[in-house]
């Protein structure tokens, strides 16, 4: 496996961090995976430890704010502004890779904005994968909301205390409050329309442990993918890449992928 790190210029000249691990032959496909709100690239081992062995490039970069990136800490004037950093890394990933097939993840924040970039640039890409994301009814109850100071609960995350811990002692986290007015939640409010649009393979994946599984069954509905799957597993929370089945998460995943390359 080879693991190499640097930056690039972003939108508004930022310097965004990103790393990329590729396995020793050539890539049977590349997994580009957008992270989640207050994390970094390098929470996504298990991703990298299981699929790179296995023949797959995995990349990844920290958001603006997040991580090694430079930015004002998990605040953005737009979502827009993540979706135009990762346009950029994606025209990198694929000069580096210019006839590999590209697989999109998002996990949580990162799925808003995987969402968002395969609405604008859906051709680009061979699929998508969603985790611990999904959408609200309009007429459903509000999506719970910090109160002003509070921070991301840790509870939700997962059921495995090593991973509690490793997430509550990593300096690249981000364990301040939320933004007030935080950009996520209108963003949210705006896909329920938008990712009809959606028409390329997608896999919508979350557990059921919290309110990610209902949420994830209304994105899976309301993608216009003919190919499209719905995969929730009971009782996991969050972070279901870091959940004590990953395993299973990842053959899943797997499994998906090995029919669409």
Same mark, same amino acid.
């Given at each position: 496996?080879?693991?190499?790190? #640097? ?27 957008? *992270? ?6 390098? !929470? ?15 990349? #990844?970069?920290?958001? +603006? ?34 006839? =590999?097939?590209?697989?999109?993840? =998002? ?37 719970? !909301?910090?109160?002003?100071?509070? @921070? ?6 997962? +059921? ?5 811990? #490793? ?7 981000? *364990? ?40 994830? +069954? ?16 009971? @009782? ?22 090995? @029919?669409?390359?």
């Amino acid at each position: 496996m080879k693991h190499k790190e #640097a930056f690039f210029k972003g939108y508004q000249d930022f310097n965004i961090y990103y790393q990329y691990w590729l396995p020793e032959s050539s890539p049977k496909a590349i997994l580009l995976v957008a *992270h989640g709100f207050g994390e970094h690239s390098g !929470r996504y081992l298990n991703v990298v430890n299981y699929f790179v062995p296995k023949g797959f490039a995995v990349y #990844a970069l920290d958001h +603006r704010g997040h991580g090694r990136s430079d930015g004002e800490r998990v605040n953005v004037d737009s979502f827009q502004d993540y979706v135009k950093d990762l346009k950029t890394y994606f025209n990198i990933v694929r000069k580096e890779n210019p006839k =590999g097939k590209i697989f999109l993840i =998002g996990h949580s924040m990162g799925s808003v904005i995987s969402l968002l970039y395969a609405i604008e640039y859906q051709e680009e890409l061979n699929g998508l994968i969603t985790s611990g994301g999904g959408l609200s009814k309009p007429n459903d109850p509000p999506m719970a !909301r910090p109160k002003p100071g509070e @921070g991301l609960s840790t509870a939700m995350l997962s +059921r495995d205390p090593a991973v509690i811990k #490793a997430y509550e002692n990593d300096p690249l986290v981000y *364990h301040g409050p939320i933004p007030a007015g935080f950009a996520m939640f209108k963003e949210i409010s705006s896909l329920y329309d938008s990712v009809t649009q959606i028409k390329l393979p997608v896999l919508v994946m979350a557990g059921n442990g919290g309110p990610d599984g209902a949420r994830s +069954r209304v994105l899976y509905e309301r993608i216009a993918s003919k190919d499209k799957i719905l995969k929730l597993y009971e @009782g996991l929370l969050h972070e279901i890449f870091n959940e004590p089945e990953h395993p299973q998460v990842m053959a899943d995943m797997e499994k998906w992928l090995a @029919g669409r390359i």
